[in-house]
């Protein structure tokens, strides 16, 4: 357990459908990552967030939309998607200070779009 | 460009024996360096992480090296268990401009301990 939450743990959708991925962080971090990993891959960040401000965007395609409502909360909302965005999503939460810090992950979302 | 390699896709060793995983990266913006331990199906665990101001961290049976000249660094866990047994995810974090510190990952590298 640490601390960082994500619901569903699976999800299958169809290309047409719109669903979203919910994570929770109960650590007192200011900071929100969205990073995906496929196959063979390394992890992929896609999006971060600092007391809910977007900060960066890995140049992501719009079918997927973050949100972050506040520090604690962090979304991706997923629309239209493509069997090759089939991967496991994975949050992530620090604490953004001047100097560096370890990043929590919480346990993902494998998600299969068919 | 993959600003952080990990050039092992995998490792076997025998249980008692050292492992060392191995890391290179190219930005020299990064400041610090963690290892993560994974299992299938789960998020990646802080293992262990090293400043830019320093060469070396210790951690019980895990140890962390950092060459900066070389741009490398590696983890050392002796002795290795079974339960050891993971992907292990190299990272390097900066922060960019006045954004958020920004976690960079290689390709990890599966180790296996022989019992």
């Known amino acids: 357990e640490t601390g960082v939450t994500q619901t569903p743990r699976h999800l299958v959708m169809g290309m047409t459908n719109k669903k979203s991925l919910k994570c929770e962080q109960h650590?007192?971090?200011?900071?929100m990552y969205w990073y995906k990993q496929s196959a063979k891959k390394p992890l992929e960040l896609m999006f971060v967030y600092n007391f809910k401000e977007q900060t960066e965007n890995n140049s992501v395609p719009s079918r997927f939309s973050p949100e972050c409502p506040n520090s604690s909360h962090l979304f991706l909302h997923l629309h239209t998607l493509q069997p090759e965005d089939s991967a496991l999503y994975l949050c992530?939460?620090?604490?953004?200070?001047?100097?560096?810090?370890?990043?929590?992950f919480g346990q993902g979302t494998r998600l299969t779009v068919v | 460009d993959q600003q952080v390699k990990q050039n092992s896709p995998s490792l076997s060793v025998q249980e008692g024996r050292i492992s060392i995983l191995n890391c290179d990266y190219t930005n020299s913006m990064f400041d610090y360096f963690l290892w993560y331990k994974k299992y299938p199906a789960e998020g990646p665990t802080f293992l262990i992480s090293i400043s830019s101001i320093k060469d070396k961290n210790e951690d019980g049976r895990f140890t962390v090296f950092l060459n900066k000249s070389a741009k490398h660094l590696s983890l050392h866990i002796v002795p290795s268990q079974p339960g050891d047994s993971a992907v292990y995810f190299c990272a390097a974090s900066a922060r960019p401009g006045s954004g958020t510190y920004k976690y960079i990952f290689g390709t990890g590298t599966r180790l296996k301990v022989l019992a």
């Open positions: 992530a939460s620090s604490q953004d200070f001047d100097r560096g810090t370890e990043a929590f």
């Open positions: 650590l007192g971090h200011n900071a």
